[in-house]
């Protein structure tokens, strides 16, 4: 049978649905915590060592969670997707992926390039400067908005409405990420869009208690319709732009109607979409993903795919 490592410290609820989804089309599966996994590079082993792949790597690595940590642990973690990938191995989301996801700074760098309506921002590392940029917008008019440049589910973001605010200005890391606040009227909002494969496939509206609108922060998930076309293009866009399988795209409306690209996650999570949504969001995510993975031959086993050459090799 063939084996998908599942790359979580927390299988939860979605480590289970992607098992369903993988049994389902006859695929096993080992959960791997990338603490766990190591490089191993000596002759005659496997270079990439997975806990529960000790005879050979899997046929596919699906990543569900990256730990936090030091910036060695995180850049290891990332060096062992990465070597996957250069190995042949498909890894959805890739490292690369990651990178410029979970860094808000690269994100939002990427996005504004891209000509992708996204909210003024500003990442700086001087407080002094942050300050003095902080106090102008708040007394033109706008509020403020700091989060840390890694980060989810709405934790450790704060708001600043007038000058006095700024006294708790709050820096990441020595790091300041700075962004407009947008307001969307006097009900919180904003959408969540599931897009796999360069389609959205699933969305919501995310109505917050407070001004964050996140479902880890109590958001009440209502279903949001595909035919509006600007806002599923604005979505399926930024994840081209960032070159994803799938993510989830966060959008706000302004009280003038127009949409901005807040965030992109390419490790999404999705209970709360899918308690609004008719369709299997797992089920379209291993379909995806398994038409990445190296196929079975007629007689059960594996057909290996030939890597491809370097160029200059014939």
């Known amino acids: 049978m063939s084996r998908i490592a599942i790359i979580t410290d927390d299988p939860g ?9 993988l049994a389902a089309k006859g695929y096993g599966y080992s959960y791997v915590s990338l603490t766990a996994c190591r490089l191993n590079l000596e002759s005659g082993s496997l270079p990439v060592l997975l806990p529960g792949f ?15 940590g030091s910036l060695d642990q995180v850049v290891f973690y990332l060096d062992v997707l990465h070597a996957l990938k250069l190995l042949g191995i498909p890894v959805y989301n890739d490292g690369r ?4 996801t979970v860094d808000k700074a690269m994100t939002s760098f990427l996005l504004q390039r891209a000509g ?3 909210p003024p921002t500003w990442v700086l590392g001087s407080r002094d400067e942050a300050f003095a940029l902080a106090e102008r917008e708040l007394r033109a008019g706008h509020q403020l908005v700091s989060k840390p440049l890694f980060g989810s589910q709405g934790q450790g973001l704060q708001r ?16 300041f990420y700075l962004q407009r606040f947008v307001s969307c009227g006097e009900q919180p909002h904003d959408f969540r869009v599931f897009v796999i494969r360069g389609k959205a496939v699933a969305a919501m509206r995310r109505c917050g208690v407070t001004w964050l609108n996140n479902v880890a922060q109590g958001a ?17 866009d930024a994840v081209k732009v960032l070159d994803m399988g799938y993510a989830g795209v966060d959008i706000i409306r302004d009280h ?25 969001i797992a089920d379209l995510l291993v379909d995806d993903f398994l038409s990445l993975c190296v196929p079975r031959s007629d007689e059960g086993g594996i057909v290996k795919a030939p890597l491809p050459l370097e160029e200059g090799v014939g």
């Open 13 to 21: 609820w979605h480590g289970a649905r992607l098992r369903e989804a």
């Open 54 to 68: 000790e005879d050979g790597l899997p046929d596919g690595v699906f990543v569900r969670g990256v730990p936090g």
């Open 97 to 100: 992926a990651v990178e410029r």
């Open 116 to 118: 992708i309506p996204t």
């Open 160 to 175: 600043y409405e007038k000058p006095e605010d700024l006294a708790g200005l709050s820096d990441s890391n020595g790091v």
């Open 220 to 236: 009440r998930c209502e279903p949001a319709r595909l035919d509006d076309l600007l806002l599923c293009r604005m979505a399926e």
């Open 256 to 280: 003038h109607g127009r949409y901005s690209v807040l965030e992109v996650n390419s490790i999404p999570a999705w209970k709360g979409l899918q308690s609004v949504s008719k369709v299997s």
